[in-house]
């Protein structure tokens, strides 16, 4: 993933976590080309599944 992609996506991936903060019965589900991103609870946030 290049530089820029990165920052890209962890831009988008900031709003889905202010909205998940107001939406809390909605689930999620983030995908980016072949990686997953997996909504934490404990970190209220998304992490990659490596």
Not at 14 to 43: P, R, Y
């Amino acid at each position: 993933m290049s530089v820029s992609l990165y920052y890209t996506a962890r831009s988008w991936l900031n709003c889905l976590e202010e909205a998940a903060g107001v939406l809390a019965d909605v689930q999620w589900s983030v995908h980016l080309d072949d990686m997953e991103f997996k909504w934490s609870g404990e970190k209220h946030g998304f992490l990659p599944d490596m």
